[in-house]
Nanobody
Framework: QVQLVESGGGLVQPGGSLRLSCAASGRTFRSYTVGWFRQAPGKEREFVAAISWGSGFTIYADSVKGRFTISRDNAKSTVYLQMSSLKPEDTAVYYC???????????????????WGQGTQVTVSS
């Protein structure tokens, strides 16, 4: 299993941008599908975006489509979430998760995933 560490969270004003990073240990990272999830206070964890192993295809939740971009650098074993046009409702703890050779459906459906990070707080407020 890979181990994941998120970074890049913080306080940003509405309309601003942040880039989150998810750094992974392990030499097999390129064979993992990686996704981002978020959990706001009092709400259930929700899927945000995912990027496949191999081809690097991406999927997004409707709530972030057109504002967030997920990407990966396999040489650095890191996945990024570029967040733009941030809204107060984007405030949450953001987690990355990874699963070897997993289809997107496993991320969108709430199925158990192999590895999770500890989370990074994103607060959007003026």
């Amino acid at each position: 299993q890979v181990q994941l560490v998120e970074s890049g969270g913080g306080l940003v004003q509405p309309g601003g941008s942040l880039r989150l990073s998810c750094a992974a240990s392990g030499r097999t990272f390129r064979s993992y599908t990686v996704g981002w999830f978020r959990q706001a206070p009092g709400k259930e964890r929700e899927f945000v975006a995912a990027i496949s192993w191999g081809s690097g295809f991406t999927i997004y939740a409707d709530s972030v489509k057109g504002r967030f971009t997920i990407s990966r650098d396999n040489a650095k074993s890191t996945v990024y979430l570029q967040m733009s046009s941030l809204k107060p409702e984007d405030t949450a703890v953001y987690y990355c998760a990874a699963d070897p050779l997993a289809p997107f459906s496993k991320f969108a459906s709430g199925s158990p995933l192999a590895s999770w990070g500890q989370g990074t707080q994103v607060t959007v407020s003026s």
